[in-house]
């Protein structure tokens, strides 16, 4: 496991995999920004960690234009088919979206529009050599790491029921091992087809064709014309204060406002008097996750649809009123549950000499998404829309041509104006909690980023199949007697292994006040921090 934090003065890169990372850092060696390395180390991703993210999915990014002195965030999340509806499950009978397979490819993916966005903006390197790396891995192979080794054990019977799926994951009717090849020529043939005409080949020509067509023999209900219309969006970041920083996450349709109302309540708690390890610590943490969350869940979705009280959800007045209403309750718990949700993603952070800065994340929001690709595209497609409701109270009600309630948010915190912190991290409704751990590890208790990141954490809400809340915890530094008053204090508690995949991989850069770069990355994943 990787605990060396490296630090740099040129650039920083930090992701979950060690061959995205060196990827990163090889574009700021040849000339390229921090956007160039961005999105290199996105397609790089693609290609080395295809059960968490690729083509076929979304993503978000936190960008710092350093010569400008201007924050952007890009919603690279696509939107649902013009004629998919509630009424269209319906009449398969179908009282829910299906988790998996082609009819829970709903939405366009919007990861190739994104990567263009950004390098049409800020990029410096030509775009050909931003996907090269990711095309070479790709057709020539590379190892599985244990990370995806344990996705593709755990999802076999999935994999074998597409073909090319099998061929590429089970080449031997078995697993690929931890070193073995990973190759995918219909990927790295269709990476060309992106590199050679840039985003029209993939939302306006011959390969979104082949796209569309898979999908519809398959019984697909995406359009050639949802795709034509698709177009992400740059839009102002959302912030609050916290302990004389500024925290900044992207708007809704992201959750990134949940962990920033759990700032603001947090920042009523003297918390660097409260033992990281405490009793009293997971308890706070839990109750004010509990708050955020009744809200999200209240408000979430495309806000295009549906209004978002965003001022008042983010103001110091609603915060210490949540706040309160713990203290009133304390020492017990309150009861809430969200939804269970999908927490496969992969987040990365790039840094440069000229103090440009990417905070950015992607995902097929399940484990190889839909487990779904149209023909020999290679593309395995998201089931984002998978999370959308067909009841017509709830507030992220599926509806043609809509984002759904998104769980991907890329966080920065800034410090006179100026980037200091990028973090992330995996999770589904534990980003805003993972988050929520490294934020307080470094600006509450002073540990250094990859301190932070090694933290125990816990991950607050419901599994799959059961209705009930549950506090999940890394048995790390945990005493009995703190279990014990956890459970006395009426939270159900789950002790996770070392290491449990379950509280997902983050990772981090910190930027000094001498202009210096100190990154770290997961030593639960693949991941790698490298410095220049």
Known sequence: MNN??????????????????????????QGGNAFDAAVAVSAALAAVYPHMTGLGGDAFFLVYDAALGKLRGFNGSGRSGRRVTPELFAR???DAIPKRGVRSAITV??????????????GRLPWEQLLEPAIRYTEEGVPVSRDLHRWIVKDQPLLMEQEIHARTFLPHGAPLAIGERLVQPELAATLKRVRDGGREVFYEGELMRRIVQGLQRDGGWLEEEDFRLHRGEWTDPISTTYRSRTVVQMPPNSQGFSVLQMLNMLENEELDRVPRHSADFYHLAAEVVKQAFRDRDAYLTDPRFSPIPLERLLSKEHARAQYLSIRMAWPDGVSFASKAMGQDT??????????????????????????YTPGDTGIMLQNR?????????????????????????????????KPCLLVGTQGGEGQPQTQLSLLTGVLDYGCSVQEAIALPRWVYGRTWGDDSDLLRMENRGLDQAAIRDLQARGHRVELLGPWDP???????????????????????????????
């Open 4 to 29: 060396v934090m490296p630090i740099a003065y040129r650039g920083m890169i930090a992701s979950p995999h060690y061959l995205a990372s060196s990827v990163g850092n090889r574009m700021l060696q």
């Open 346 to 371: 992969a987040y990365a952070a790039a840094v440069d000499e000229e103090g440009n800065a990417v905070s950015f994340i992607q995902s097929l929001y399940f484990d190889f998404g839909s487990v």
């Open 92 to 94: 398969e009978g179908l």
């Open 385 to 417: 829309g998978s999370f959308f409701s067909l009841d017509p109270n709830e507030v992220n009600v599926l509806a043609p041509g809509k984002r759904t309630f998104h769980t991907l948010m890329p966080g920065m915190v800034l410090e006179g104006g």
């Open 109 to 122: 993916p919007g990861m190739v529009d994104a990567w263009w966005e950004v390098w049409s903006a800020y």
């Open 502 to 532: 379950v509280v997902g991989q983050a990772q981090a850069i910190k930027i000094h006040p001498d202009g210096s770069f100190s990154g770290a990355a997961d030593p639960r994943g693949d991941g790698l921090a490298i410095g220049w």
